[in-house]
């Protein structure tokens, strides 16, 4: 078994065909078609289900795949490790929750590409579970998570430190508890790392029966919250300005559950690669006047 089979057998894994594989590869489909074969015949077992939409992984190639990944992963870190000549050049592929890439990251950004423009930077924005995903199946160089996260394979460390209130419309009935049984609260789909937090925060408030409203989106988010719509919880920073309106009112939580933490997650072991340790120096000035650190 070579490596350059698992880099094949990874690509039709991950793409679910061969033209799509071969596309990957610079080759044609024939080449993947044989390397497959060749390699299923070497294992003694079949690798894939082949059907008129593609190919789909038997269970002995899910047990494969994993091997294949960090293969792939391996190649492409050898080769980055090999041409970084010490000057940013490249891809960066970040990954990032939307609050913290409206509020802490698009300045970042924006002074790390006009000072390295030799850098590719790809922001993705998406759920903790998603981000997590990503980084460790390497598809995401580094991603900015809501915390905590414990995983072997992963590297964590603090960034920014958030405080979570609630937020209702200033023209709801200010009188009422916030939090009741019958509350409407206003949340992002499953996966959201707040909405598991604000989860959280019913329960310890003993709320059993609540309806739930899911948006998108923090803008939907935040208009149907100045509507009367519902609760709220989000981050004190992304709803300032909506209290600055005069459209919500913000109610402090306290306690624990009302302090989160924003991490910066790269695989153990990922090579330090000289885009990402310069985009950190770029980070670090502005985690440092959250009262956190980063380091390199």
Same mark, same amino acid.
């Given at each position: 078994m070579e490596l350059s089979d698992l880099r094949t057998?990874? #690509? +039709?894994? @991950?793409?679910?065909?061969?033209? @799509?594989?071969? #596309?990957?590869l610079n080759t044609v489909q024939s080449n993947v078609t044989s390397r497959i074969r060749a390699l299923e015949r070497e294992l003694g077992t079949e690798l894939f289900r082949r059907h008129s939409r593609g190919v789909e992984l038997t269970r002995a190639g899910a047990r494969l795949l994993p091997f294949a990944s960090k293969a792939a992963w391996v190649l492409a870190e050898a080769r980055r490790a090999v041409l970084d000549d010490g000057f940013p050049s490249g891809r960066l592929d970040l990954?990032?929750?939307e609050t913290t890439a409206a509020l802490r990251l698009s300045p970042v950004i924006a002074a790390f590409t006009a000072a390295h423009p030799a850098v590719a930077v790809n922001l993705r924005v998406g759920s903790n579970e998603v981000l997590i995903g990503? *980084?460790?199946?390497?598809?995401? /160089?580094?991603? &900015? *998570?809501?915390? !905590? +996260?414990?995983? !072997? $394979?992963? $590297? #964590? %460390?603090? *960034? &920014? $430190? %958030? %405080?979570?209130?609630? #937020? @209702?419309s200033a023209y709801a009935d200010l009188d009422a508890p916030a939090l009741a049984d019958g509350a409407r609260i206003i949340v992002k789909s499953p996966g959201c790392a707040y909405r598991d937090r604000f989860e959280a925060v019913l329960g310890a408030a003993g709320v059993r029966e609540h309806a739930v409203l899911e948006f998108g989106t923090l803008d939907a988010i935040i208009g149907c919250v100045k509507a009367g719509l519902g +609760?709220?919880?989000l981050p004190r920073s992304v709803l300032v300005a909506a209290e600055a309106a005069g459209d919500v009112v913000l109610e402090p939580l306290g306690g624990e559950l009302a302090a989160v933490e924003t991490l910066l997650v790269r695989r153990r072991g990922a090579t330090g690669f000289s885009a990402l340790r310069e985009f950190l120096s770029y980070l670090r000035p502005v985690?440092?006047? /959250?009262?956190?650190?980063?380091?390199?």
């Amino acid at each position: 078994m070579e490596l350059s089979d698992l880099r094949t057998f990874e #690509a +039709v894994a @991950r793409l679910g065909g061969m033209n @799509r594989a071969a #596309a990957e590869l610079n080759t044609v489909q024939s080449n993947v078609t044989s390397r497959i074969r060749a390699l299923e015949r070497e294992l003694g077992t079949e690798l894939f289900r082949r059907h008129s939409r593609g190919v789909e992984l038997t269970r002995a190639g899910a047990r494969l795949l994993p091997f294949a990944s960090k293969a792939a992963w391996v190649l492409a870190e050898a080769r980055r490790a090999v041409l970084d000549d010490g000057f940013p050049s490249g891809r960066l592929d970040l990954g990032s929750l939307e609050t913290t890439a409206a509020l802490r990251l698009s300045p970042v950004i924006a002074a790390f590409t006009a000072a390295h423009p030799a850098v590719a930077v790809n922001l993705r924005v998406g759920s903790n579970e998603v981000l997590i995903g990503q *980084v460790l199946e390497h598809s995401l /160089d580094a991603a &900015f *998570v809501c915390g !905590p +996260v414990d995983h !072997p $394979e992963l $590297e #964590a %460390e603090v *960034v &920014f $430190e %958030e %405080e979570l209130v609630l #937020a @209702r419309s200033a023209y709801a009935d200010l009188d009422a508890p916030a939090l009741a049984d019958g509350a409407r609260i206003i949340v992002k789909s499953p996966g959201c790392a707040y909405r598991d937090r604000f989860e959280a925060v019913l329960g310890a408030a003993g709320v059993r029966e609540h309806a739930v409203l899911e948006f998108g989106t923090l803008d939907a988010i935040i208009g149907c919250v100045k509507a009367g719509l519902g +609760v709220t919880m989000l981050p004190r920073s992304v709803l300032v300005a909506a209290e600055a309106a005069g459209d919500v009112v913000l109610e402090p939580l306290g306690g624990e559950l009302a302090a989160v933490e924003t991490l910066l997650v790269r695989r153990r072991g990922a090579t330090g690669f000289s885009a990402l340790r310069e985009f950190l120096s770029y980070l670090r000035p502005v985690a440092d006047g /959250d009262g956190c650190g980063i380091a390199a």
